[in-house]
């Protein structure tokens, strides 16, 4: 098994904040509407991350057939997908993103992967259980693949290094080029 980190790893970007500027484009009124909600109450620091991630997002769900909306946005941004990994990709890939499941499920079909660890969400937006992000990868990766061996890991954050340490060889990813995971890696991705 391969374990892929999917923002800044596999994905040229970030693909939550790519949905945002989509849903911009498109549904500026709504967008707007969610925004303005996310950053007043984050400043105002009322909510936790996951609360303003999930106001921040909220828009998705107040728009008519959003999972069209979804689809177009992937179906538009196919193109981000980093060459290294379209080169290497196998059956044996795993997605674990802190990407809603909403879209990550739909960029991993056209990909062909069938497995996919994501943020989930419900019908209205909230998020179900934690933010999948650091430790929460582990802990989920561990849930699902207790009994399957991590052949490598790829992670462009220091924030993957919990996931990176499971994997017999893992390597960071900046651009398209791959280098082998150490420990005191300097990161230049910090988020």
């Not at 498109?26 to 991630?53: C, D, T």
């Not at 893992?170 to 080029?177: D, P, Q, R, S």
Request: contains cysteine.
């Amino acid at each position: 098994m391969n374990i892929y980190d999917f923002d800044g790893t596999i994905y040229n970007g970030d693909s939550c904040k790519d949905i945002v500027i989509y849903g911009l484009l498109h549904y500026p009124s709504i967008v707007l509407k969610s925004l303005k909600k996310a950053r007043l109450l984050n400043k105002k620091g009322y909510i936790s991350f996951e609360e303003v991630k999930e106001t921040l997002l909220s828009f998705i769900y107040k728009i008519n057939n959003y999972p069209k909306f979804i689809n177009n946005f992937v179906d538009s941004h196919m193109k981000k997908i980093k060459p290294f990994y379209l080169s290497r990709k196998s059956e044996a890939d795993v997605i674990v993103t802190a990407s809603y499941d909403l879209w990550i499920k739909q960029f991993a079909k056209r990909l062909g992967i069938k497995h996919v660890i994501a943020t989930n969400t419900d019908s209205n937006g909230k998020i179900i259980g934690k933010n999948c992000k650091g430790e929460e990868k582990v802990k989920r990766i561990k849930e699902l693949y207790s009994d399957s061996e991590i052949l490598c890991a790829y992670g462009d954050s220091s924030k993957d290094i919990p996931v990176l340490k499971l994997a017999k060889t893992a390597y960071v990813v900046e651009g398209n080029k791959l280098f082998t995971y150490k420990k005191d890696y300097k990161f230049k991705n910090n988020k």
